[in-house]
């Protein structure tokens, strides 16, 4: 029998809230995707379906028929090792299977899954995939709201999502430098009773100068001073790959901020608003947190001094873009099977973010996390916090 009830409880409690996310959506907000990065929420909605289906009903449950046959090609995402599916950029083109499909398919996942788990079947693998599958669908959890985000700010009405999301809480302290000694540190996860990606192993040591860092991440109130300083227009602070990024997208500011008739406003969740000059900067780039960062005389932390010092700052509002390529640790090795590609294929081209967001759901995070995207992606609610 399963080891725990209470991973039944968490698999229900966030099937649950996947679908309490999409509550205040229209029908026709299910379908749309403006951009390759951006997914239909339907599709999410698929998806984190799909990966229970496809990696504990189908090959462990006895006499387990398909909901669908064709899903697999629909739903999967990137995975090479079972089989073909959408291209990336047509999800948005997935009119069928209707929305209310979809859910019937959740809601069949869910409770053939809730029923195998009853059974006397279950093995430590099988748990270690469940635990898998359920952060894997916190993880898309957070894309919903992010994509939902993106497709309702690009919407020409800019229409609210609710009024209850809080997405900007102010940081009521004051500035200050946190010093931390030169040193050999250990870095890594090493705590076995909570989860954790295999991204975070193994535990090694790092050697690390000494450094300061901020315990404040950077408000909107200093980026619109670098904004208003000339900031966009100075090649000397930008990556050559960022400055022709800037000037091939005319990029003047953060995603989602609006000058109306001479003054700042921000979309949100909650519909267009006068932009919180307390709150930390979201929405930006690594290319314009590292040109921020050289405007103020000092650098973006690496992932390493952030989870050294992380303990005596907080952090949780935004993900936090760090310097540190993401690369495997040292021994890293990827899990069998398809399992496998969920994070060791992607360790090229993209930089480590650390910390977590408003958007990320609740028992995801941890001071161990590695985030990572490409350096020219701001649709997730990315700031940053300085070093020197």
């Known amino acids: 029998m399963i080891k725990t009830k209470n991973l039944v409880s968490f698999f229900l409690e966030t099937r649950e809230h996947t679908e309490s996310i999409c509550k205040p959506l229209e029908i026709e907000d299910y379908v749309v995707q403006p951009i390759v990065d951006v997914s239909p929420p339907k599709w999410h909605m698929g998806h984190t379906s799909w990966f229970f289906e496809e990696f504990i009903l189908k090959p462990h449950k006895p006499n387990y028929q398909l909901f669908d046959k064709d899903f697999a090609f629909v739903f999967n995402s990137y995975y090479e090792a079972v089989g073909k599916r959408v291209v990336r950029n047509n999800r948005g083109n997935l009119t069928r299977p209707g929305v209310a499909k979809v859910y019937d398919y959740r809601h069949y996942v869910t409770n053939e899954l809730k029923e195998f788990l009853n059974s006397d079947d279950i093995t430590s693998e099988i748990e270690d995939i469940l635990l898998i599958g359920i952060h894997h669908e916190k993880q898309h959890q957070e894309l919903l709201l992010t994509d939902i985000k993106y497709i309702l700010g690009n919407n020409p009405l800019l229409p609210k999502y609710n009024d209850s999301f809080l997405e900007n809480p102010g940081q009521e302290f004051k500035q200050e430098w946190i010093a931390v000694p030169e040193g050999v540190y250990e870095i890594g996860h090493n705590n076995s009773e909570e989860f954790c990606y295999d991204n975070e192993l193994g535990r090694h040591k790092v050697y690390l100068h000494d450094f300061e860092i901020s315990n404040k991440l950077i408000t909107n109130a200093e980026y619109l001073d670098f904004i208003e300083a000339g900031g966009y227009k100075d090649h000397n602070i930008w990556h050559a790959e960022a400055w022709d990024w800037v000037n091939q997208n005319d990029i003047s500011q953060p995603q989602y ?5 001479g003054e700042w406003h921000q979309y949100t969740l909650n519909g267009l608003q006068k932009l919180n000059l307390k709150a930390p900067v979201a929405h930006i780039s690594y290319y314009e947190a590292f040109a921020f960062a050289q405007w103020k005389g000092c650098r973006l932390p690496t992932e390493f001094e952030w989870e050294i010092a992380q303990n005596q700052f907080n952090w949780g ?28 294929k992607f360790m090229v081209n993209q930089k ?6 408003v958007a990320t759901s609740p028992k995801h995070t941890r001071a161990t996390y590695r985030n990572f995207f490409q350096t020219n992606l701001r649709w997730q609610f990315t700031g940053l916090r300085l070093a020197k």
Do not use: C, F, M, Q
């Open 257 to 261: 901020w609006h000058d109306i008739d």
């Open 352 to 357: 480590v973010l650390r910390g977590g967001s």
């Open 317 to 344: 509002s935004r993900w936090e873009w760090t310097e540190s390529a993401y690369l495997p640790y040292p021994g890293y090795t990827k899990a069998p099977g398809a399992i496998g590609e969920y994070n060791g």
